[in-house]
């Protein structure tokens, strides 16, 4: 993230964002100070600290006979 453009938002805040608004362009439009590079870095600072443990979720979709 470009810290000379004064962006104020943790990398929490951006995940959260594309996660509140999945349409990119609202949040561009909510966000217009966001830009992509600042997305792509946020997604790679919060992924380098992620395992690559597999957990098993759930199935919400099983369908009831």
Do not use: K
């Amino acid at each position: 993230m470009n810290q000379s453009r004064n962006l104020r938002l943790t990398v929490r805040r951006v995940i959260e964002l594309l996660a509140t608004y999945p349409n990119r362009e609202e949040l561009r439009q909510e966000f217009p100070e966001l830009e992509d590079e600042d997305i792509q870095q946020a997604l790679i600072f919060a992924s380098s600290y992620l395992s690559d443990s597999i957990i098993e979720l759930p199935n919400r979709y099983e369908t009831v006979a």
